[in-house]
């Protein structure tokens, strides 16, 4: 099993402050992928982090990868309002399944 | 392009009786898959095809669950009987790419929340 387990399960800050979600999972990965997901809708994708590569950034999200530590966080600087979702990991080694953590509730107080 | 297309958006049905859900993948997209979504749960894998061959169907409980894609592209998922226990979010996803490898994003649909009482 691939499972990411996020942390905290549930985050509550107010706009413009950074939002931090840590994902930790057991076995070695070919990639890690994050996901939001809004209220009654569906998942979109993030980014995608392959397992040779450190740091990624697009845009206000920044995210770390240690295959050494079996870690992954996602950072989102100067939240919005709008940024309040849950967010999920999801990592995946080569042939394997894609799964999911149980997610980061975030709320963005305005 | 345009997204992922499933209905219905919503359906409520008594226990025992079936029901079916309906996915329309993005155009090329040859992988697609069925979730399932728990309250409060991230999505658990039920079946994933690439085109018309079911390739991973280890989490489909195939006593009451069936699904089928024909021709490869859009694909329908059936419950019968339906149990309490189904009433969960039902989300479709696809892909570009084959083979299981995950180098590409899954691009989701908006799911159908099923409630069964």
């Known amino acids: 099993s691939q499972q990411g387990e996020e942390d905290p399960q549930a985050l509550s800050i107010q706009e413009g402050e950074n939002a931090t979600m840590n994902c930790s999972y057991k076995?070695?990965?070919?990639?890690l992928q994050w996901y939001r997901q809004n209220s009654g809708r569906g998942l979109v994708h993030l980014i995608l982090?392959?397992?040779?590569?450190r740091e990624k950034h697009s845009g206000r999200l920044r995210v770390t990868l240690d295959t050494s530590k079996k870690s992954s966080s996602l950072l989102i600087t100067a939240s919005r309002a709008a940024d309040t979702a849950s967010y999920f990991c999801?990592?995946?080694?080569?042939?394997?399944?894609?799964?999911f953590g149980q997610g980061t509730e975030l709320s963005v107080k305005p | 392009e345009a997204g992922v297309v499933q209905s219905p958006r919503y359906k409520i049905i008594e226990k025992k009786q079936p029901v079916a859900f309906w996915c329309n993948p993005i155009?090329?997209?040859?992988?697609l898959y069925w979730y399932r979504q728990n309250l409060g749960q991230g999505p658990e894998l039920l079946i994933r095809?690439?085109?018309?061959?079911?390739?991973?169907d280890s989490q489909l409980p195939k006593d009451r669950f069936s699904a089928e894609r024909l021709k490869g592209v859009d694909s329908t998922l059936k419950i019968q009987p339906a149990e309490l226990g189904d009433s969960a979010v039902y989300l479709c996803?696809?892909?570009?790419?084959?083979?299981?490898?995950?180098?590409?994003?899954?691009?989701f649909g908006n799911g159908t929340r099923l409630t069964v009482t």
């Open positions: 999801a990592p995946s080694n080569q042939g394997g399944k894609l799964i």
């Open positions: 996803a696809s892909s570009r790419e084959t083979g299981g490898l995950y180098n590409s994003p899954l691009h």
């Open positions: 155009s090329g997209h040859n992988t």
């Open positions: 076995t070695s990965i070919n990639n």
């Open positions: 982090i392959r397992s040779n590569e």
């Open positions: 095809y690439e085109n018309e061959e079911a390739v991973d």
